[in-house]
């Protein structure tokens, strides 16, 4: 029986991105609405708003355009180390013949650094190595990371931002 090959999301960048965060391939949820991180149980949202503590709005409550913009506005871009993949499911170990996304083509100006959104992302590091820039492992965001507390994320990715000037 023939699989499907998946296509990911278009880069959410723009020309001001300093910090690249790539994870590795949207899960199901992410790919039915066409927005990064759209399963609710990903705390990539949460974890970004508890970095930039925002007015009464909640930015993981917010549009999708919304999070976009804001997102931005800190600096921060998104996208994902494979470009399509063959993948039942959501999990990362179910990624078959993935075909990688042309990170350097990005050409971001501002660019400081890359920080890896978990493991399999982080596999790809000796590609984004190469870009010249300071690359990172991000402890994923992803519900199957449970053995990572939400406070010892939040630690890990406030870090990186910090180091590189958006806190």
């Not at 690249?20 to 949820?29: A, D, Q, T």
């Not at 913009?69 to 999990?91: F, H, I, M, N, Q």
């Not at 493991?119 to 990371?145: C, I, M």
Request: positive net charge; charged residues 15%.
């Amino acid at each position: 029986m023939p699989t499907t090959v998946l296509t990911g999301l278009p880069p959410l960048v723009s020309p001001a991105t300093r910090v690249l965060i790539l994870g590795s391939f949207p899960g199901v949820r992410s790919l039915q609405t066409q927005q990064y991180y759209g399963h609710p149980q990903n705390q990539f949202w949460r974890i970004l708003q508890a970095i930039w503590p925002l007015s009464p709005h909640e930015i993981s409550a917010s549009s999708y355009e919304n999070r976009s913009k804001w997102l931005l506005e800190r600096g921060l871009g998104v996208w994902d180390v494979y470009a399509s993949c063959e993948r039942e499911g959501s999990l990362d170990s179910a990624i078959r013949n993935a075909v990688p996304n042309d990170i350097a083509a990005l050409h971001l100006p501002q660019l400081q650094a890359i920080a890896h959104n978990g493991g399999e992302s982080f596999k790809h590091a000796r590609h984004t190595r190469t870009l010249g820039v300071p690359v990172y492992q991000l402890p994923s965001t992803s519900p199957a990371n449970a053995s990572w507390s939400f406070e010892r994320k939040l630690a890990a990715w406030r870090e990186v931002m910090e180091q590189h000037g958006l806190v």
